[in-house]
T-cell receptor, first 112, second 115 residues
């Protein structure tokens, strides 16, 4: 399975601090994506990084990808209470089929 | 665009009853996905369609589950008969299907409770 596994499972920080979440996966990938899920809602796409990229930025988000270690990290800088949500990494393989596999997620709680 | 639309948003039913969940994907998207989310198992892909054709249903848990996509703007997920262990949030998602982007757009989900 190429399922991503997030670490930590839960994270609690103060508003203004940075939050770092990690994702590991098992097989070769085309790309890796991060999604956010607010309580009671569907997942929302945040950012995609391709297998030939090492780092990508989008606003307060920074994603890194290390294909040699099969791992990725999501950094949220200057966190806000509104960032409280679950964050999932999702991997899309480069072998046959069209499955994006989601990890178990990291629950982030940002205290105001 | 209104995004992916799912109905109903909440469904409470009794064991043994038939349940039908509905999804309208984003117009122009070629792929449609059905997921199930529980605390124990996380987010599981049940089945996905490409141009209305089921491509992979290996995630469908049992014969009690079936999914159809009669046209590009509508899909259903049916559970018959339903069981308490089917209680979960069911999400529908759609995407353009470009393998380089693969961004999926999720609906708000249907929270199913089987008593």
């Amino acid at each position: 399975s190429q399922q991503g596994e997030e670490d930590p499972q839960a994270l609690s920080i103060q508003e203004g601090e940075n939050a770092t979440m990690n994702c590991s996966y098992k097989t070769s990938i085309n790309n890796l994506q991060w999604y956010r899920q607010n309580s009671g809602r569907g997942l929302v796409h945040l950012i995609l990084i391709r297998s030939n990229e090492r780092e990508k930025h989008s606003g307060r988000l920074r994603v890194t990808l290390d294909t040699s270690k099969k791992s990725s990290s999501l950094l949220i800088t200057a966190s806000r209470a509104a960032d409280t949500a679950s964050y999932f990494c999702a991997t899309a393989g480069n072998t046959g089929g069209f499955k994006t596999i989601f990890g178990a997620g990291t629950r982030l709680f940002v205290k105001a | 665009d209104a995004g992916v639309i799912q109905s109903p948003r909440h469904e409470v039913t009794e064991m043994g009853q038939e349940v039908t969940l509905r999804c309208k994907p984003i117009s122009g998207h070629d792929y449609l996905f059905w997921y199930r989310q529980t605390m124990m198992r996380g987010l599981e892909l049940l089945i996905y369609f490409n141009n209305n054709v089921p491509i992979d249903d290996s995630g469908m848990p049992e014969d009690r589950f079936s999914a159809k996509m009669p046209n590009a703007s509508f899909s259903t997920l049916k559970i018959q008969p339903s069981e308490p262990r089917d209680s979960a949030v069911y999400f529908c998602a759609s995407s353009l299907g470009d393998r380089l982007t693969d961004t999926q757009y999720f609906g708000p989900g249907t929270r199913l409770t089987v008593l």
